[in-house]
Antibody
């Protein structure tokens, strides 16, 4: 069974930093891109960033470029999101999501397995 | 970036009736080399993470009831619930995964009339 479990959320002051982690299991980790998606309270879904299987390509939504860094540790089947210079508008539930995979792992090509999310609150 | 626009923002449908949600992309998400539309649909119920319903615009994810169907190509797409059930009350989102940044529609809330 595919599982992704986020951790690391919490309350942080504006301008502060936080590092989110995601532990994955139940699939060949190195076969898949991985994404972070967030959802502000009462709002819609916003894709944040993704990373290629070997970490060689990374993409970000404009609103987090230069502040957030996505990374992965394939030896630990783990995904990370380093968030710096946090703002009130970054307050959201952050989801770790399996993205496109090699066809022998998944043929959906997209965000097919989601964690339960971790809440990040940016407030003084 | 590709902008995804859903309509309507909300709709109320009687049990057993059809619900139709539209999604329009600001540019084509049809990849000519494999003739696939990089468009997915998600369902999100309160307090839960989103769930993938449809990918490649019309392929139903395993375990998704066949009352859910997706159609369309290039820039115009539709999610249809053929006979609305009580458990289908949720917010539905479209997503383009043609390239990064991936972008979602703003969501459509489906309720029972």
């Amino acid at each position: 069974e595919v599982q992704v479990v986020e951790s690391g959320g919490g309350l942080v002051q504006p301008g502060g930093s936080l590092r989110l982690s995601c532990a994955a299991s139940g699939f060949i980790f190195t076969n898949c891109w991985l994404s972070w998606v967030r959802q502000a309270p009462g709002k819609g879904l916003e894709w944040v960033a993704n990373i290629r299987q070997d970490g060689s390509e990374k993409y970000y939504v404009d609103s987090v470029k230069g502040r957030f860094t996505i990374s992965r540790d394939n030896a630990k089947n783990s995904l990370y999101l380093q968030m710096n210079s946090l703002r009130a508008e970054d307050t959201a539930v952050y989801y770790c999501v399996r993205d496109a995979c090699n066809s022998d792992t998944s043929d959906t090509g997209t965000l097919d397995s989601w964690g339960q999310g971790t809440l990040v609150t940016v407030s003084s | 970036d590709i902008v995804m626009t859903q309509s309507p923002d909300s709709l109320a449908v009687s049990l057993g009736e059809r619900a139709t949600i539209n999604c329009k992309s600001s540019q084509s998400v049809l990849y000519s080399s494999n003739n696939r539309n990089y468009l997915a649909w998600f369902q999100q119920k309160p307090g839960q993470p989103p769930k993938l319903l449809i990918y490649w615009a019309s392929t139903r994810e395993s375990g998704v009831p066949d009352r859910f169907s997706g159609s369309g190509s290039a820039t115009d797409f539709t999610l249809t619930i053929s006979s609305l059930q009580a458990e289908d009350v949720a917010v539905y989102y479209c997503l383009q995964y043609y390239h990064s940044p991936r972008t979602f529609g703003q969501g459509t809330k489906v309720e029972i009339k």
